[in-house]
Structure formats: structure tokens, C-alpha cells
């Protein structure tokens, strides 16, 4: 039974939207300050011990035994290590508003990986839906203000986060029955390693940290804190409360909050035509996300 009442906003999810909607400004001035490789690495050894002290403190913890390792780790490589790549390289690339709009994408490929694998029902919602979301991320990113807000690759890179994460969700599905959810995200969490450290170990171990600033560290601080472990902990709070289907509607808000704070804090484009788009990708989004689950969701998209 719910401790909160239904028709509230949680203040735990609130935080989650704010935290995730702002965070992908703080990440355009944050690699303005660090290399991509470096904020990675950092992030990764800083939330490790702070989200395993909280599933210590709550009494979250599992471990995997036997087999299940690999798939605990194979799903870690996936939504902690490759995920993080593509999300940030993409990031670098493409203007906070529209790599907003690009992940929010994922749900869609969730719900098509959880037909293919025979998870979920196929649906009409879901193919027009999907096509739906994908016209308004094309609205969002060609009503832009050009080559200063994205890339070509950037986009991709975006895109193909939202696919890798949205693979880990359905990977994870199985693995979080009867399971404490915060306890399986840490037991994953060493599978990234085997991406994170080849990948930026190197240049993190060189890079000379006496060139960040004041607010490079701030920056670090709120990926780490804030967006990092202060958000998926908020984000279990609330689906403790309310339920993971109303827990997940986060996704929906997100993207407002990046294109609203991206155009207040960086002077990012936002016109009536792009406004237009995002509305179409979270009403596609949301057709898409129309019945035919056999498991709610219980994992965030991570940024």
C-alpha cells in the first residue's frame, strides 16, 4: 500500500525530474571544463562507495552467486559502462535539449526489445507511437540553430545510448524479481569497469587536475551527488511509494525541464516549432508505452 497519496507529486520524484532535467546542462559545462574519458572514470569511482553506503544504511544489498554473475555483469558493461560512452561522447556533441529528447526515446525501444524477446504483446500503440516520438526528436533536432547546437555524430551517439540502455532495462527485468532494486544496480555495477577503465583509466590517471576550477568541481560534484546517486536513490524512494508504474513517469518531465534550462542557463534555441517536437516525442512515447507490459518498470534511465 502506498504511503503517499496517489494524486500528489512525490517530492522524492520531483527532485528526480529537476536533478536529471538540469543535469544534461550541467553536462555541456561540464566537459567544458574536464575530457569526456575523465568525467566517466570519476563519476564511476565516486558513486560506488556513496550508493553502496545508502543500500548498506537501507539494508538493499545482494550478491550474486554462481552463474549469475555474468548477467549481472554483462548488464553492468551495458547500462553503467557503454551506456555512459555513448551518453557522454553523445553529449559533447549535441545541444542539452536535444540529447534530452533523443534518450527519451528509450522507453520505445524497451517496450520493441520486450516484444522481440517475447517479454511483451506487440501492440499497434508501440509502431505508431515510436514513429510518432522519432518525428518530433527529427523536429527537435532540425529546428535547431545549426552546427553549434549538434553533430551528426553526436545525434548517433544519443540515439544509440537510448538503444544500449534500453537493451540493459530488459536485461535487468528478470534480474530485479524478488530482488532488491538498488542492491542489483550495485551488484551490476563492476560489469563497467571492463568499459570505463580501459577507456578513460589511462587519461585519468594523467590528466592534470590543477586546471579545474572552482565550478569544474562543482560540476563533477552534482554528475556525482546530485544527478548520480542523490537521484536513483530519490527515484527507489518514490517507486517504494508510489509504485514503479507512477515512478516512471519521470521520463515524461525530463525533457521539459533540460529544454527549459538550456535555454535559460546556455541561450539554447527554443522556438515554437521545437517546443512542438517535444510534445510529439512524449506523446509517442507515451502511445507506445500504452498496455501490453507483463513487468512494470523499476529502472530509470540513467543520465
Not at 544504511?57 to 551495458?78: D, I, M, S
Not at 544509440?160 to 542489483?184: E, Q
Request: proline content about 5%; overall charge positive; aromatic content about 14%.
Amino acid at each position: 500500500m502506498s504511503r503517499w497519496p496517489l494524486w500528489l507529486p512525490h517530492p522524492a520524484l520531483v527532485f528526480v525530474v529537476l536533478a536529471w532535467g538540469l543535469n544534461f546542462v550541467v553536462v555541456k559545462f561540464a566537459l567544458e571544463a574536464w575530457p569526456v574519458q575523465v568525467v566517466m572514470v570519476l563519476r564511476y569511482l565516486l558513486m560506488v562507495p556513496v550508493m553502496g553506503a545508502y543500500a548498506i544504511a537501507v539494508k538493499q544489498t545482494y550478491k550474486p552467486v554462481g552463474k549469475e554473475w555474468f548477467r549481472f555483469l554483462f548488464a553492468g558493461f551495458l547500462s553503467t559502462g557503454l551506456y555512459m560512452v555513448l551518453f557522454l561522447e553523445g553529449m559533447s556533441r549535441v545541444g542539452a535539449a536535444q540529447g534530452a529528447v533523443c534518450l527519451a526515446t528509450a522507453p520505445i525501444w524497451v517496450s520493441i526489445i520486450s516484444v522481440v524477446v517475447g517479454q511483451e504483446m506487440g501492440r499497434w500503440q508501440l509502431f505508431v507511437g515510436g514513429g510518432i516520438a522519432y518525428a518530433g526528436v527529427a523536429g527537435v533536432i532540425l529546428m535547431g540553430s545549426g552546427e553549434r547546437f549538434w553533430t551528426p555524430l553526436g545525434l548517433g551517439l544519443v540515439l544509440a545510448s537510448a538503444l544500449v540502455w534500453a537493451t540493459s532495462v530488459v536485461l535487468m527485468k528478470p534480474l530485479l524479481k524478488d530482488r532488491p532494486a538498488i542492491g542489483v544496480y550495485l551488484a551490476t555495477y563492476a560489469g563497467a569497469a571492463f568499459v570505463l577503465l580501459p577507456y578513460g583509466g589511462m587519461a585519468t590517471l594523467q590528466f592534470d587536475y590543477s586546471t579545474i576550477g572552482f565550478w569544474g568541481w562543482m560540476g563533477l560534484a552534482y554528475l556525482t551527488l546530485i544527478a548520480g546517486a542523490g537521484a536513483f536513490t530519490a527515484y527507489y524512494v518514490g517507486v517504494r511509494e508510489v509504485g514503479p508504474a507512477k515512478a516512471s513517469m519521470v521520463a515524461y518531465f525530463v525533457p521539459v525541464v533540460a529544454a527549459i534550462s538550456a535555454w535559460v542557463l546556455r541561450g539554447d534555441s527554443l522556438n515554437a516549432l521545437q517546443i512542438a517536437g517535444v510534445v510529439l516525442v512524449l506523446f509517442g512515447v507515451g502511445l507506445a508505452s500504452v498496455k501490453g507490459k507483463k513487468v512494470e518498470p523499476t529502472e530509470p534511465i540513467g543520465v
